[in-house]
């Protein structure tokens, strides 16, 4: 036994049996001297939890730092059989949550690479998914992100982080997505199209990232939260063009209420999109005639949008 | 309304014809007041969705009472002499394993399995189209069947939509949109309406709607704000696609095709084939079931 050998160096060159067995040891020689191992800045996640067993056995928890002591209560409340109804966070979620913020982080960052077993999985995924619902911090979205392509590379289930993913309701989630349609691997391209499959025409664009990003821009304005869920239907789409406010240039409300009128209501979701993005381009060339177009009866608007299609396509 | 061939049928008509039981009546009545018009080409047509949904329900009581427990994707099991449990959680039907063995299976040895609600809804309607088709049709049209969420078999032909009324034996979903995020699997549940005023949802039971939305209203996060509630859509499988694949079918349709060496067709009824079968694959180059 080597006492100066860092806890990581031995789980990556000499396993995590080796690993288990040299902190037992440890223990019974001198425990502070452990605490300083397990306290380190550098340890990662993972390695505190192939140890929390031994941890907990040897009655080592007290003396842990605040962020693995907080780190051990996340994964036991995770990993615990039956939460419902309503069990209360065992730790002080409400006295210290940008201190358990920045935990999960530390958790989901230094825990993403290994995938040791299901149970593993599991602690890792919901604290990601913590991460967008709760705290819905824009800066943890990229690593969220990261996570759930990592899942994608190895056929591990995505349901639930993607669900949790995009359960931040922050549109900017999808740009990350956008950016894997420029990936090498074509698995990475494959699964951002199908999360993204909701983006009309994307999948028969010749450049698809090149497509996303001028759809992204042009639609922003006018999205919204979709109630759709993924429990229900095949395909999941968390957002939606709100045509109605796209036809009528209103910014689209975080809410689910929509203020269309009855006419435009009751037209089909193509005609609907055909006004909308009609409507969005003519504003972008004319004002004015965009002003005098939106003056117009709405079958009177219909008809221009069929002439001046028909003469784009006579040409 | 229901129109049968064209026209307009009287319910007393159609009850008569063979459809007794209260849960049927339910449906039909339900089909015969509403102002959409339930057109089928034949009186059997209509007679198969009905029994169909009869037996969607049928097959959520047997699934809870078969034993299966909930579980999330992550600790999802199955028999393994059936299927293979992939890293996803999903059930994948093992090399020439008959489809129809293995849904069943699910039902007989109920213990050995865990899944999602989502999942168990799809193994509803397969356990129910068992019910509604022949096996060597079920087996052929579901040969490479991969359980997990609403990944369907395209030849369910799932629909969904808001549909003109809700019956006996559609999917519901009671959404929980402020779901503890430790427990997602609790974002909502799939349920089945039974058509007696309750829905069967598995990991909840069998329960009211108020009971539905009060048991989920317990898996939201602490803070919440927003309670669970019934979204419009409901989920069906194609009845009028299925219904092509059932024994109610005409006696030519029924006909064995047969192949000479010079690949003359000709055709014989099953009788005259199962009675000779040996002579027949001994003499003739293909033998084959019409497409139904």
Known sequence: MNPSLSLETIRKTEGIKRLEKHVFELIQHDKKLTATHLNDESLTYSTLYILSSTIRENGMIKYLSDRNKVA???????????????????????????????????????????????????????????????????????????????????????????????????????????????????????????????????????????????????????????????EMTAELSPYVVDYFAKYKEQRSTQSFERHEDLTFQSLSEDLKENLADFSYKLRRKSREEWKEWMKRPLDAQIRLIEEVQHDHYRR | MIIIGGSGKQKEEIMNAGLQSPLEQTI???????????????????????????????????????????????????????????????????????????????????????????????????????????PQQFNRLFANIRLWGWKFDQDLQIVHNIPPDYLPGDIRYVKNPDVNPLTPEWQGENVVDLGDGTFFGHGLGFRP???????????????????PYLMLPATRPGFSYLYQFTYNRTEDSRKIILFDKSLKRSTLSIEDYENNQDEFIKNFITVRFPKP
């Open chain 2, 209 to 227: 709607l108020q009971g539905m939305i009060e048991a989920l209203a317990l898996r939201r996060r602490p803070g919440a704000t927003r309670m």
């Open chain 1, 72 to 230: 051990l209560a996340i994964q036991q409340d995770i990993l615990a059989k039956e939460r419902t109804p309503s069990a209360p966070f065992p730790y002080s979620i409400c006295d210290l949550p940008q201190f358990v913020h920045s935990v999960l982080r530390w958790m989901v960052e230094t825990g993403s690479v290994d995938k040791l077993n299901a149970r593993y999985r599991l602690v890792i995924d919901r604290s990601a998914g913590l991460l967008t619902t709760i705290y819905q911090d824009p800066t943890d979205i990229p690593l969220v992100s990261d996570l759930l392509f990592k899942r994608k590379e190895d056929d591990h289930s995505t349901h639930y982080l993607t669900c949790a993913y995009f359960s931040s309701r922050n549109f900017s989630s999808l740009l990350p997505i956008g950016e894997k349609l420029q990936s090498p691997s074509q698995k990475q391209v494959a699964f951002a199209s199908e999360l993204l499959h909701f983006v009309t025409g994307l999948d028969e664009s010749t450049d698809r990232y090149a497509y996303f990003r001028s759809w992204y821009e042009e639609n922003l304005p006018y999205l919204s939260p979709n109630e759709n869920n993924y």
């Open chain 2, 28 to 134: 039909l009545n339900v089909m015969y007041n509403s102002n959409f018009n339930y057109s089928f080409r034949t009186l059997e047509a209509l007679f198969f969705e009905v029994r169909f949904r009869v037996a969607i329900t049928e097959s959520s009581r047997e699934l809870y009472y078969s034993g299966v427990q909930f579980a999330d994707f992550y600790r999802s099991h199955c028999n393994p002499m059936f299927w293979q449990l992939l890293p996803d959680g999903a059930f994948q039907l093992k090399m020439g394993v008959p489809a129809s063995e293995a849904v069943l299976d699910i039902y007989r040895n109920g213990r050995l399995y865990a899944f999602e609600c989502a999942t168990a809804m799809i193994i509803i309607l397969y356990r129910a189209a068992i019910k509604m088709i022949p």
